[in-house]
């Protein structure tokens, strides 16, 4: 079945620091994939996507290429500010059988001063 | 649009008494989710509907849970008798059930068994 799998936090940033949270997943056909952020006693909001192999998405400074010869999509920002603090999630939507959304287990980011 | 919308926010409810918690989709949206997030198990899908239709609710804990989706407006989950192992945020989703389209979530309703 479909999975995501991303890496483990929580992940401590002074400001200012360059980050990458770690995203791989399995699927069959060509999925779009998705980082979603949730910020503190909030819902989940869509961060960026991808829909198709080499795109890249970017929003608000963050950003994430589709990997399909590695079956990743890595998520990076050049610069961390203390209000990028928050829970970050990889997702997937998979081609045919419905419009399931499959998370990763989401990880946890705090930007320190 | 006002988003999707979800009722209540917050619910203290004692062990074995019914809970129904309520959403309502973004108006357009054909498909809808309905996810748990806890600590231990983190953001897990329950149950979701395509066109008011459920499609896979291999996700739903067991039979004390329920949803429905009488129309394409209105969903519920309903939890009976509830535990106190079901303390939980839930939320719902909506999304236009196109591949690459995001899905919407509301603010979540923070249910507490006692």
């Known amino acids: 079945g479909n999975s995501v799998t991303q890496m483990e936090g929580p992940v401590t940033l002074s400001e200012e620091a360059f980050l990458t949270i770690n995203c791989t997943y399995t699927a069959t056909g060509y999925p779009s994939l998705f980082w979603y952020v949730q910020y503190p006693g909030e819902g989940l909001q869509l961060l960026l996507k991808?829909?198709?192999?080499?795109d890249k998405g970017s929003n608000k400074g963050f950003e994430a290429t589709y990997r399909k010869e590695t079956t990743s999509f890595h998520l990076e920002k050049g610069s961390v500010q203390v209000s990028d603090s928050a829970v970050y999630f990889c997702?997937?939507?998979?081609?045919?059988?419905?419009?399931?959304?499959?998370f990763g287990t989401g990880t946890q980011l705090k930007v320190e001063l | 649009d006002a988003g999707v919308i979800q009722s209540p926010r917050h619910e203290v409810t004692e062990m074995g008494q019914e809970v129904t918690l309520r959403c309502k989709p973004i108006s357009g949206h054909n498909s809808l989710f309905w996810y748990r997030q806890t600590m231990m198990r983190g953001l897990e899908l329950l149950i979701y509907?395509?066109?008011?239709?459920?499609?896979?609710d291999s996700g739903m804990p067991e039979d004390r849970f329920s949803a429905k989706m009488p129309n394409a407006s209105f969903s519920t989950l309903k939890i009976q008798p509830s535990e106190p192992r079901d303390s939980a945020v839930y939320f719902c989703a909506s999304s236009l059930g196109i591949q690459d389209t995001e899905a919407f979530f509301g603010q979540g309703t923070r249910l507490t068994v006692v």
């Open positions: 997702a997937l939507r998979a081609t045919g059988g419905g419009n399931k959304l499959t």
């Open positions: 991808a829909t198709k192999a080499d």
């Open positions: 509907f395509n066109n008011n239709v459920p499609i896979d």
